[in-house]
């Protein structure tokens, strides 16, 4: 039979795991949310606790609403005429708070200040910004992401 896991079966490694991630997150919704707004860098990102964790602290709805707001401030530093609807955003945080739950609430917030920043728009720079422009870009930021996690350009 072999020697036991010095730091414990798989389950309780995993509750360790999950207690460590939970401990990151701030005790109510609107410390989250500051948490998230102030993300500058990529990093910020990386270091952050995932929006699954947040949501199994706070719930999947103060998730939604977080990630909502964080994308409509960001927003304000983009020219009002290319801006998405308010309905457009809210599509957009539905989407990356169900699909992308491993990434973070302050991704969100750095990916879309690069937005707001032009960093993906190229020569696009009087084009209004929709939903599928956004996930492309998304995707880019993903891609960033890993690279400064991994160390690879």
């Known amino acids: 039979m072999p020697a036991p896991h010095p730091n414990g079966t798989p ?3 995993l509750a ?3 207690s460590r991630a939970t ?3 701030a005790p109510d919704i609107a410390g989250v949310k500051a948490r998230a707004l102030s ?3 990529t990093a910020d990102g990386i270091n952050a606790p995932s929006m699954r964790a947040v949501a199994s602290v706070h719930g999947g709805a103060a ?3 977080t990630a909502n707001a964080v994308l409509v401030a960001g927003m304000e530093r983009i020219a009002q005429s290319r801006r998405p609807s308010p309905e457009m955003l809210a599509m957009l945080a539905e989407e990356l708070t169900s699909e992308f739950r491993n990434e973070s609430l302050e991704d ?3 990916f879309i200040r690069n937005v707001g920043m032009g960093k993906y728009d190229g020569s696009e720079i009087y084009a209004t910004i929709d939903t599928p422009r956004l996930m492309n870009w998304w995707g880019l930021y993903l891609e960033e992401k890993a690279a400064a996690r991994y ?3």
Do not use: D
């Open 108 to 110: 969100i917030n750095v």
């Open 11 to 13: 389950e309780e490694r």
């Open 151 to 153: 160390g690879y350009s």
């Open 16 to 18: 360790i795991a999950r």
């Open 63 to 65: 998730l939604y609403a």
């Open 23 to 25: 401990a990151l997150i």
């Open 39 to 41: 993300a500058r860098k």
